[in-house]
């Protein structure tokens, strides 16, 4: 598939200097990890309440410690892809800040260097009663939730459904967003709030969007441009376009 460019568009990229990647689940999906909403979503099989909530875990710790446990072991099974590459690949061309809803540490691995992680980590965990973190090579994988020094439950470092986002990377990820020439809006279904401030805050400022998705969402009405395809296919010509653009500069 070949990306038809609009001369607005190309404009702007030749002229940009700041990028910002406001990332969901659809930019993994081509590596193999499934989305939250739509045909295959999560959510149409699992219950949120039960799995990525405070009350589900403390109602039943080892069912949301082993339903983590497996999505670390897809996560850990499968690579980042030439969307994600092409996004740090920019970096070479741009300042480039990716936001991201997701938690699988794909754009880190990418080699992306500024990246603000709205809703967490999966490889990260901490404690719930000492607030002490554990890396990865820390965890014992079982069925049994494991348990910090001091006593308390061990949980992933991730936001569950009712709890706060990290505040400072919330006010720099809104900040960023407000302040790039164009924020791309890669993946995601835009409807989990607070995340989904991010493309209104910017549009609001007066700022450019230009979304990839493989379908319209409720965030293409606030786009100045949508690209309708996959994000493996549509950023690599993305950053073909700007390699060339740039060079002619
Ligand atoms: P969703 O599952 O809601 O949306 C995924 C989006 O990706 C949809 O708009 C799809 O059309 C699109 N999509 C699917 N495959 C794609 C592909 N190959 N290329 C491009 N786009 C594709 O995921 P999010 O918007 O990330 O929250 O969901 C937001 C939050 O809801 C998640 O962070 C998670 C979830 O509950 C928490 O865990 C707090
Ligand atoms: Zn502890």
Redesign the pocket.
């Known amino acids: 598939m070949s990306l038809e460019f609009t001369q607005d568009f190309l404009d702007r990229l030749k002229r940009a200097e700041r990028l910002v990647f406001f990332t969901?689940?659809?930019?993994s999906?081509?590596s193999g990890i499934p989305?939250?909403?739509?045909k295959d979503?999560i959510?149409n099989k699992m219950r949120?309440e039960e799995l990525?909530s405070i009350d589900g875990f403390m109602k039943n710790p080892e069912l949301v410690w082993e339903w983590y446990q497996h999505r670390r072991k897809i996560v850990n099974e499968t690579q980042p892809h030439d969307g994600h590459k092409a996004i740090s690949a920019l970096e070479e061309l741009y300042d480039v800040t990716v936001v991201t809803?997701?938690?699988d540490n794909l754009h880190r691995r990418a080699g992306s260097r500024r990246i603000y992680e709205l809703?967490g980590n999966l490889t990260r965990n901490f404690c719930m009663d000492c607030r002490t973190e554990f890396a990865e090579s820390e965890i014992e994988y079982g069925s049994k939730v494991m348990r910090c020094k001091c006593g308390g439950m061990i949980r992933p470092d991730?936001?569950?459904?009712g709890e706060m986002l990290p505040q400072d990377e919330f006010l720099a990820s809104e900040q960023a967003a407000r302040d790039c020439d164009i924020l791309f809006v890669?993946?995601?279904?835009?409807?989990?709030y607070p995340?989904a401030y991010i493309p209104i805050g910017a549009k609001q400022e007066g700022g450019y969007l230009a979304e990839?998705?493989?379908?319209p969402?409720d965030a293409t009405r606030i786009m100045d441009v949508s690209f309708f395809g996959?994000?493996?296919e549509v950023l690599p010509q993305i950053l073909a376009k700007a390699r060339e653009l740039k060079k002619s500069a």
Do not use: Y
């Not at 989305?35 to 739509?38: E, I, L, N, V």
């Open positions: 969901g689940a659809g930019i999906a081509e989305t939250f909403r739509g979503g959510w949120p990525a809803q997701n938690v809703h991730v936001v569950w459904f890669v993946g995601t279904s835009a409807v989990v995340a990839v998705n493989i379908e969402t996959t994000a493996g």
